[in-house]
């Protein structure tokens, strides 16, 4: 009589399955938990969507509440009146606000353009497989990484000058968030590689690449595509961080909303609504941009053997 193999590990739904005898047997057939999707838990069933729904509409019931209280109070003190509203709309205040726009995006630009090169190469030589270059890299990333942004910001601004050496503003506020994203930058590419399967590299070392062949064909271009998501959030990170510009009076978008405010009789409130909705718009693009990239490269991470193919061409040409 011939019976089923019962499968190692993993949960299991019993299946009648008929053997030679003609009898029906209970025996253990593999199947994902969730159906045929594979998903970790079932749907809910009635009443957990009752109390989904409740749970839900309790919840935008607060949130209306508490929108409907700060807009009672924003009109009883006058906040909401035209008047207020209405210097926003003339061309001159909206080219002051735009140009501090133009700051902002000036000084997140050089500095993702600085830090995100040599973040890469403070993760790699993080990854080397000499001590001598791997633990004093290792140790450089992780004061970078330690150290808070406001801290170093204040250490340009007050101790540098103290010694003699004097910056201008721009720079007083680019080199603290270029060295906060270097060991940012170093810590993504360095996961990044290490997520890697190691039969990626295993198949370059197969066939006669070197340990920086490996890296340089097969492991780098992988981990790239991988991490363009998580690069684009950090770049997103490194662009709000410029807001400490008024730190170092620096005329970014946070600093010149301040001194707009002062200039319209203290409506800091209008102004402040302007800066976060640009804020808000940049920060949308910049996230739809890393959904679109993520879409883009789902399907070239996952081709099976990739790197191997890669190599056997590297290696043809040699």
Known sequence: MTTGTRPRGGPTETTPRTTTTGRRQLISAPRPLGGAAGVLFEPPGERGRRRRGIASAAASAVVALCAAVVLIQLTRHGQLDWERWQPLSQVSIQRFIFSAL???VLAGVVSIAIGLPVGAVMGLLRLSR???VSVPSGAV???LRSLPLLFVVYFFLLALPALGLRLPPFWQLVIP??????????????AGVLALPRGQSEAGYAIGLRHGQVMRLIVLPQAVRALLPTIIGQA???LKDTTLGYVVSYPELMHQGNVLGSYLENDFLQVYFEVAVIFVVMNWLLSRLAEWVESRTAGRTSTPDRSTVAARRTAAVR
């Open 102 to 104: 133009g700051n902002t």
């Open 130 to 132: 000499r001590r001598l």
């Open 141 to 143: 990333v992780e004061l």
């Open 177 to 190: 968030i270029v060295l906060h994203s270097i060991g940012n930058f170093a810590e993504i590419f360095r």
């Open 236 to 238: 997103v990170r490194a």
